[in-house]
Nanobody, 126 residues
């Protein structure tokens, strides 16, 4: 069983930055690919960024590419999402998710992830 806990959300002005963290429990953390998704009110959950089990490859949605950077520290069982140049349209609940795979590319669809955190709210004011 894997548990995920997100942190780092908050309210910032447009153009600002936030760094989200996702702490994973479980001894086999290093075997899981991890993705960040976001869900705005009344909208579907969409892929934002993902990272392979060993951190060698990252994937980004077109809407965040060049502004967001995902990384992981397997020694700390934690993944990070650095978000820069934030825009009001980035406002959403951000959730991290894990799936046990070493394949590439990693899944980009929410239904292919088995474990989910509860999410952290990110609000960007204009």
């Amino acid at each position: 069983q894997v548990q995920l806990v997100e942190s780092g959300g908050g309210l910032v002005q447009a153009g600002g930055s936030l760094r989200l963290s996702c702490a994973l429990s479980g001894r086999t953390f290093f075997t899981y690919a991890v993705g960040w998704f976001r869900q705005a009110p009344g909208k579907e959950r969409v892929f934002v960024a993902g990272i392979t089990w060993n951190g060698t490859s990252t994937y980004y949605a077109a809407s965040v590419k060049g502004r967001f950077t995902m990384s992981r520290d397997n020694a700390k069982n934690t993944v990070y999402l650095q978000m820069n140049s934030l825009k009001p349209e980035d406002t959403a609940v951000y959730l991290c998710a894990a799936t046990q795979t070493r394949l590439q590319p990693i899944p980009l669809i929410a239904s292919q992830y088995q474990y989910w955190g509860k999410g952290t709210q990110v609000t960007i004011s204009s």
